[in-house]
């Protein structure tokens, strides 16, 4: 049926007002398929087209449709519309197949104002654009990131009595998500329960995915009972999301439950269901049982791939077993993986964790050799490593490498510089690091200043230190009660000043936070080395009364 004038000006009055786009926003699909027989078949479509458009009479629209179309699935966007404007400069009128197909080139081009010149065309040439028109503007501007358009472009649609179908929903749903807005997307769930369309498994996992994510384990597995009461069947992506979810809080066991789960409703695990519990066994230090899910893996000839095989070794590096982490880093070819960046950076933090840095070194060598360009968390460890065996100028060296590669330091690179040459006591040159890295935009974290804390305490520039904690306290950070206060106090006392060490102690517990047995303890020692028993005394029974110490 198609539509009136009235109703066309109508749509066009409510077309959102779009600023024309990057005009080099290129999905990454356009470089990762590109392969040399790709371009042939490129080639050859090209010319049918071409011979096409010179025939004499000019064949029908359709024939055009299916090269263009054939076009878009090789994700040829750019030269899709290429072919349909010379294709109109030529006099074959567009239909409805070939206006859909230009839209789509536009929405994986990020052109949505394109796109909707193309739309408010299909409405002025009568037609009656169907969901698949509708969902593909929609996915358009989900994938630009215009979410909120993309809804207000739904409100206007439905307003005006164009229908929506499952997938539209889906790619709202997901649209939302993406972007964060979790609780939104099921709300949209919620409005089109039953009234619009009926929501299906994609809508239902898409969400449960996202609170799991967000780390809303409990919510997301209502969601999940909701669907079975629904008799909506959850799927493999279904499960993997729950699963992913349970692990990343820690609920290993609930994790396992909807695995054998998974197993009785025969649902084939995938490689990522195998590998997320992998990881999550590796990383609570149960490289048996890890091994026992790989085991599984290989018994249901599902081929591990470089994730599982990474999750391992960092299993073994956890444990400091790195030799064995280092056999299956060394025959990853040889079991049909390939080892990527961070694989590089899980053995080189293996390593340097147990003062291996020249192999690290050699490893880190290997990556550039290999032209896998290592990331922060690399150098980080390279140089921590370098650090605690006190090779200060080779770690800067590797901080200058950084700058010169486009991989700036973050916080977490200084702090390990901090610490080393606090720990030698240069705190001179320490404090200009910190200057150094706060020019750079980088603003140190708690870390930072307990090290810088302990460090001055140590050489004796306890007012300095002073100084650091009470900007601290200004700045209203959550102190730890080890590494600020015990510190502190610590210093204060190895200067004799106990009344402002017990002063100290006293601002912990009305700050609430709670000293332990090792804050007493230097303490109640320094008081007894310095004759000052009654004191020394007091905090014992203190400590006694809180359970600190046996009687």
Not at 185 to 190: E, N, V
Not at 439 to 450: F, K, R, S
Not at 472 to 482: A, E, F, M, P
Not at 540 to 549: D, F, K, P, T, V
Request: proline share 3%; net charge positive.
């Amino acid at each position: 049926m198609s539509l009136s004038n009235s109703r066309f000006l109508v749509f066009c009055l409510f077309l959102p007002n779009f600023r024309h786009p990057n005009p080099k926003f290129i999905p990454r699909k356009m470089y990762s398929r590109f392969r040399d027989h790709e371009e042939e078949d490129k080639d050859n479509l090209v010319f049918s087209f071409n011979r096409l458009l010179h025939q004499n009479p000019t064949p029908p629209i359709v024939h055009f449709g299916k090269i263009l179309g054939s076009l878009v699935k090789a994700y040829h966007y750019s030269t899709a519309v290429s072919l349909h404007r010379q294709m109109e400069l030529t006099g074959v009128a567009s239909n409805l197949v070939s206006l859909t197909i230009l839209i789509n080139c536009f929405s994986h081009l990020g052109l949505n104002s394109l796109s909707f010149s193309v739309f408010a065309n299909i409405l002025k040439k009568g037609y009656h654009p169907d969901a698949i028109i509708l969902t593909t503007i929609i996915k358009g501007l989900c994938l630009n990131g215009e979410i909120h358009k993309a809804l207000q472009f739904h409100d206007k649609v439905v307003a005006l009595g164009f229908h929506l179908n499952q997938v539209s929903y889906g790619t709202l749903i997901n649209g939302l998500c993406k972007v964060g807005e979790t609780r939104a997307a099921l709300q949209l769930l919620r409005q089109v329960d039953g009234k619009l369309v009926q929501p299906d498994v994609v809508m239902y996992s898409t969400i449960i995915d996202s609170m799991c994510k967000d780390k809303l384990v409990n919510e997301a597995f209502h969601l999940y009972f909701e669907m079975l009461a629904k008799r909506i069947s959850p799927d493999v992506v279904t499960y993997n999301a729950l699963i992913s979810g349970f692990c990343i809080v820690g609920k290993l066991e609930e994790a396992i439950a909807l695995f054998n789960n998974m197993i009785l409703e025969n649902i084939n695990p995938s490689v990522y269901t195998f590998s997320i519990l992998v990881d999550a066994f590796c990383k609570e230090g149960k490289v048996k049982e890890a091994k026992n899910v790989f085991a599984m893996m290989m018994k249901k000839d599902i081929k591990p791939n470089i994730v599982t095989y990474n999750s391992l070794m960092d299993g073994y590096c956890l444990l400091k077993k790195v030799n064995k982490a280092m056999d299956i880093f060394n025959t990853l070819t040889q079991r049909g993986a390939s080892a990527d960046v961070w694989s590089y950076t899980i053995m080189i933090n293996g390593l340097c964790k147990i003062h291996m840095v020249d192999e690290a070194i050699n490893l880190f060598e290997q990556m550039h050799c290999r032209n896998i360009i290592p990331n922060v968390v690399a150098y980080n460890s390279l140089i921590d490593g370098l650090s605690k065996l006190g090779r200060i100028s080779d770690a800067l060296k590797l901080i200058d490498e950084m700058h010169d590669r486009g991989q700036p330091p973050d916080v977490i690179t200084y702090n390990s510089l901090l610490d080393a040459l606090c720990k030698k006591h240069h705190v001179e040159e320490a404090i200009a690091l910190l200057r150094k890295f706060k020019d750079q935009g980088i603003q140190p974290d708690l870390y930072t200043c307990n090290v810088l804390i302990k460090g001055l305490c140590q050489s004796g520039k306890l007012k300095n230190a002073q100084e650091v904690f009470q900007n601290l306290l200004i700045k209203g950070y959550s102190l730890d009660v080890h590494h600020t206060y015990t510190v502190m106090i610590q210093g204060l006392c190895g200067k004799g000043l106990f009344d402002e060490a017990l002063t100290l102690l006293s601002k912990m517990k009305d700050n609430g936070c709670v000293p332990n047995a090792v804050t007493y303890e230097i303490i109640v020692r320094s008081l007894f080395d310095k004759g000052e028993n009654d004191k020394a005394e007091k905090l014992l029974r203190e400590m006694i009364a809180r359970g600190l110490l046996e009687d």
